[in-house]
């Protein structure tokens, strides 16, 4: 799918399902990687995840579109259009959009490096992403030293 029939979809979903236009961008970020879409509050833009759409399909795009124009009618009507509000909740399930997009497990960063520390005095074994500084932390057990492993 291109912009073009991306930002078609969008005027088309906004006609039908809110009965309201949609003037403004839609278009698609490649960068997105945690979010299936979002709505620019400065430009009014809408910017989607292209790979919710090669992961999960047509349906969930859809979904991730009337959830961005809801943030979108409700900004313009100077309405509360943020996820806890309650004008932003009705919205969203009266035109069947998604609250949560489905995960991109492809795209999940997964640390490789993982440092294992273990206490010299009752042995408890600590997992940490990041080192630490052996001379400043101790366990959390039995104030015993720790040691990388």
């Known amino acids: 799918m291109t912009n073009e029939e991306l930002q078609r979809l969008v005027e088309h979903i906004s006609l039908t399902s809110f009965n309201k236009p949609f003037v403004h961008q839609a278009r698609f970020n490649p960068r ?3 979010t299936g879409g979002r709505y620019l509050l400065q430009s009014h833009h809408i910017e989607c995840n292209p ?7 047509k349906e969930a795009l859809v979904k991730i579109i ?14 509360g259009y943020k996820h806890r509000d309650k004008d ?22 997964i640390s490789t490096k993982q440092y294992t520390y273990k206490c010299k005095t009752c042995g ?7 080192r630490i500084d052996t001379t400043k932390y101790v366990c959390g057990k039995c104030r015993g030293k720790l040691v990388l492993k």
Not at 66 to 79: A, F, N, Q, S
Not at 102 to 108: C, G
Request: net charge positive; with cysteine; hydrophobic share 30%.
């Open 32 to 34: 997105l990687r945690t």
């Open 66 to 79: 009337k959830h961005e124009l809801c943030h979108y009618h409700l900004h313009l009507e100077g309405k």
């Open 51 to 57: 790979h919710q759409l090669a992961v999960h399909g």
């Open 124 to 130: 408890t074994s600590y997992k940490r992403k990041r």
């Open 88 to 109: 932003f909740i009705l919205l969203l399930n009266q035109v069947g959009g998604a609250r949560y997009c489905k995960e991109i497990t492809s795209l999940k960063r």
